[in-house]
C-alpha cells in the first residue's frame, strides 16, 4: 500500500494560507491525488521570514525528503523582482543540498497575495457578490496596496471584515478558473504549473 502523502507549508500569513491551500486541494483532485496530509508553519512575515525559512529548512531537512512528500513555501514578492525572489527563497534549500527538487513548489504572488484574491473578478462576483471586484489597477507596489484594495471592495459590499478578506481566500479559490487567473497573473500560473508537476511526481514515487 503505498504511504500517504504529506504536504507541509510554510507561509507567511493567514492570507496566503486560506487562498493557497484551497488552489493545492483542487489541483491535487484534478491530478487524481486521493488524499494527503498537511502540516502548515507560519513565519511572522517581513523580513523575518527568509531567516525562519532558514531555520525551518535546518530543521526538517531530513523529514521532508521522504518520497511522498512535498513542500509548499510562500512568500509575497512584494513587487521583487520573480526570479530574484525565487533565488532568496531557494538558497536555505540549495544550501541544504535540497535546491533542485521539484517536489518544491513556490508561490511567489506579485505583489502580494490579496492580487490573487481579485485577478479572477468572476470568482470574486461569484463569493462576494454581483459587481463587487475592484477594477484591477496595472500595477501596485504599495506595501499595504492591495490589501487595501481587497478591504475596500469588502466595504462597499457592505462586508465588515476582521482579517482583512482572509476568511473568504478560500471560498474564492474552490471557484477561480485556474487556467483564467494564470493569464492574468504570471506569479499564480508558475505557481500552478510546478504544483502540478510536483503532484505528478510525487504520485509517481508513491505507488
Known amino acids: 500500500m503505498a504511504d500517504r502523502i504529506t504536504i507541509t507549508y510554510f507561509m507567511e500569513d493567514v492570507a ?5 491551500r484551497s ?5 491535487a483532485e484534478e491530478e487524481g491525488i486521493g488524499g494527503f496530509s498537511s502540516d502548515v508553519r507560519c513565519a511572522r512575515g517581513g523580513y523575518r521570514a527568509i531567516g ?3 531555520s525551518f529548512v535546518e530543521e526538517y531537512a ?3 525528503w521522504a518520497p511522498n512528500r512535498m513542500l509548499v513555501v510562500a512568500r509575497d514578492s512584494n513587487c521583487m523582482k520573480y526570479n530574484q525572489r525565487l533565488k532568496e527563497m531557494k538558497a536555505p534549500l540549495t544550501d541544504s543540498g ?5 517536489r518544491v513548489v513556490f508561490a511567489l504572488p506579485d505583489p502580494h497575495i490579496e492580487r490573487w484574491y481579485v485577478a479572477d473578478q468572476r470568482a470574486f462576483n461569484e463569493v462576494i457578490g454581483p459587481n463587487t471586484a475592484p477594477p484591477m489597477p496595472r500595477k501596485k507596489c504599495g506595501k499595504n496596496s492591495w490589501k487595501s484594495i481587497l478591504q475596500k471592495s469588502l466595504m462597499d459590499a457592505g462586508i465588515k471584515s476582521r482579517s482583512g478578506g482572509s476568511e473568504y481566500g478560500g471560498s474564492i479559490a474552490a471557484v477561480v478558473n485556474t487556467d483564467d487567473l494564470g493569464k492574468a497573473d504570471s506569479s499564480f500560473k508558475k505557481f500552478a504549473d510546478s504544483l502540478r508537476r510536483a503532484f505528478k511526481l510525487v504520485r509517481s514515487v508513491s505507488k
Not at 496566503?16 to 493557497?20: L, N, P, S, T, V
Not at 488552489?23 to 489541483?27: A, D, E, H, M, T
Open 16 to 20: 496566503q494560507e486560506a487562498f493557497i
Open 52 to 54: 525562519e525559512f532558514r
Open 23 to 27: 488552489i493545492v486541494q483542487r489541483i
Open 98 to 102: 535540497l535546491g533542485s527538487d521539484d
Open 62 to 64: 531530513r523529514l521532508l
